[in-house]
């Protein structure tokens, strides 16, 4: 399914008066495909990605997944915990993971989070932990666990359950050119498979070459001639 952001505003509080974070943002992210966010810092992009996740609350504007609308101004704490944990998988800067579990146990601890019991999920981690290059190291803790590795514990956490939705907070930040290349690589494969819609959140387009279309960040709004284009390097190809 789509996902849509409609018309979306966000403020926060600043002294007397008010921040706008996010400037009245549209967007669709088509199902299957993943699109970038680019920005220089402070433009928004982590305060839309959290708007996109029903971490924060919009000023005004929705969110929408296929038909369905998933996050107002008026989304409760508990219904956009339900929403995410049903539909949303959500990869951060960091990967967050717990130092004392293993690979496995972080997937079946996200599971547990969601409901089912842990070993109801052990198949669909392996497959996953399988698909982003870890098949042989299910039972390994972080701390045994290069960075790469790490993020991409953390992408197969958030494929847990078949998400509609997959939202990635600056995956390579912490890692080179080639192993950032791969990463993207990884995810825009994974949500091609997973026909997930897919929005991440870059400074380093020269990693970007596999996603889909990006998009253009300035203080709050998207840049009208950079909404959604595909990359420079595929311009032309497929
Ligand atoms: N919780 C908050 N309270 C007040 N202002 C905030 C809060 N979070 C972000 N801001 C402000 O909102 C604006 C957008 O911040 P945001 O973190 O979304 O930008 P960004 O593009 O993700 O930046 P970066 O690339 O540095 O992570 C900035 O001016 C920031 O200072």
Avoid: W
Avoid at 25 to 33: A, D, E, M, N
Avoid at 104 to 116: I, K
Avoid at 229 to 238: F, L, M
């Amino acid at each position: 399914m789509d996902l849509h952001l409609d018309d979306i505003v966000l403020t926060y509080p600043d002294g007397d008066s008010t921040l706008t974070a996010v400037d009245h943002v549209t967007l669709t992210v088509p199902s299957g495909t993943t699109t970038a966010l680019l920005g220089p810092s402070g433009s928004g992009k982590s305060s839309l990605l959290a708007v996109a996740g029903g971490l924060t609350r919009p000023t005004a504007g929705e969110v929408r997944i296929g038909d369905t609308t998933v996050v107002t101004p008026t989304t409760t704490l508990a219904e956009a915990t339900a929403m995410r944990l049903d539909r949303i998988g959500i990869v951060f800067q960091q990967p967050q993971l717990l130092a004392s579990l293993t690979a496995l146990e972080q997937l079946e601890l996200h599971e547990h989070l969601r409901g089912r019991r842990a070993h109801e999920g052990r198949e669909e981690a392996e497959s996953l932990l399988a698909a982003v290059g870890l098949g042989d190291q299910l039972h390994r803790r972080p701390g045994d666990l290069s960075g790469g590795q790490r993020q991409r514990v953390a992408i197969a956490r958030a494929l847990m359950g078949s998400p509609q939705v997959l939202l990635v907070d600056e995956p390579t930040s912490a890692l080179d050119h080639e192993r950032g290349t791969q990463i993207i690589e990884l995810i825009t494969g994974l949500a091609r498979e997973n026909d997930a819609a897919t929005l991440i959140v870059s400074h380093d387009e020269s990693t970007l070459g596999s996603v889909d279309a990006m998009c253009l960040l300035v203080d709050g709004s998207l840049v009208p001639s950079s909404e959604p284009v595909a990359p420079a390097t595929r311009q032309g190809g497929e």
